[in-house]
């Protein structure tokens, strides 16, 4: 029965497997050697790929060996890789599963990609998705997580997601396909084992058809997210301007939105942020406060919000600068040359005494704490005081580099040079610097 379903479903919505080439990823266990042995009866053109995690020692091994000889016996390519999972988990600070995930995915994406292969197969079935929302519920998600797992997802197909693992098991069965158990799937240590093996089988007692009713369920959600993401497009052009590195939202016009946190939710969920309740309050923070995520900042800036990615820790970074240096290439492009002082300068270029200089010259961001001498005063002035001065805004705070000597800063760069290393009626070598 499921062969057939198979092969209708194949037909009627993803009939372009059928004129490419796809990866079967097989990892030994019952569901992924049912796919395998459906797309060889629907004569797919298929290979295996098969990842050895290295977490369940002979275990893990053996997985992979059977798989091997299952692919000689009925002449299928294979693809065959081994990981150290666990280390890849501690390198990046990632739990073991989703280690293990990231994996497997990009390695399926690099085999895909370097053989000429159009899709990746993956065996993820009803029960599946229903565990995936159970999951997502619990973690409070919004729509996005409760659609469940996509079919098509770029070149990853679900081939097999409308069916039920009990369907599949009684295919199994039924065709002779032997399959190997992974003993880590009765381990309640992980969230998703214990859901499966306590919450699904209750839910499903309630009533005798409870996976038809939640798939029903899921396309109600999935259209509903469809119209959702519809007027979130309208509404976003009216409310953000785009601009060639950053992406401002207006407040007077966000604000008039009955449900403006919601717009806000979908349009950066996807730059990584997390505190969502900082977000929402940024909307009426002080001017100047920012939200971080890993690659983004979100800047409240007078009327707008204002998103741009993290500059490199370049106040962290130092660069250092040799006495015999003409030209600098990274992290900005400077040019050091000896030339008559000239009057008419432009923030980009300035002359300094080159006998007040201490090399080598160090090249930073600016910290907390930092002062200046602006050129033509007499008394100090903190960084901090001074970009607030010449209304230089958060973003452009963070991409400002200095030129120091000997700790001093010499050159606010674009922006200032300080007093100190001004050129005087007394100077004798007039170093010109000039940004390029």
Known sequence: MLKELFIKHINENFSFLKNGKSIIAVSGGLD????????????????????NFNLRGAESDGDSEFVKEYSQQHSIQMFATSFDTLKFATEHKLSTQMAARELRYLWFEEIRQENNFNYILTAHHLDDNLETFLINLSRGSGIDGLIGIPAISNAIIRPILPFSREQILEYALLNNIVWREDSSNTDNHYLRNSIRQKITPELKNLTGNFL???????????????????????????????????????????????????YLYDWLHSFGFTAWQDIYNLVGAQSGKIITSPFYNLLKDREYLILYKSAESSNYLSFYIANDVTK????????????????????????????????????????EGDYIIPLGMTGKKKLSKFFKDEKIAQDQKEKTWLLLSNGEIVWVINHRLDDRFKVTSNTTQILRIKLT
């Open 32 to 51: 992924s050697m049912v796919l395998l042995h459906l797309t060889q009866a629907a004569k797919l053109q298929i290979a295996v790929a098969s990842c």
């Open 212 to 262: 038809q009713s939640f798939q029903n369920s899921q396309t109600h959600l999935q259209q509903t997210q469809s119209m959702a993401r519809d007027a979130s497009v309208l509404v976003y052009k009216q409310v953000v301007e785009v601009e060639e590195k950053r992406i401002k939202i207006k407040l007077s016009e966000l604000l008039r939105l009955e449900n403006y946190q919601a």
């Open 328 to 367: 600098v290439n990274n992290p900005i492009n400077l040019e050091f040359s000896y030339e008559p002082y000239d009057s008419k300068l432009d923030s980009n270029c300035i002359f300094v005494d080159r006998e007040k200089l201490h090399f080598p010259l160090e090249l930073r961001g600016w910290r």
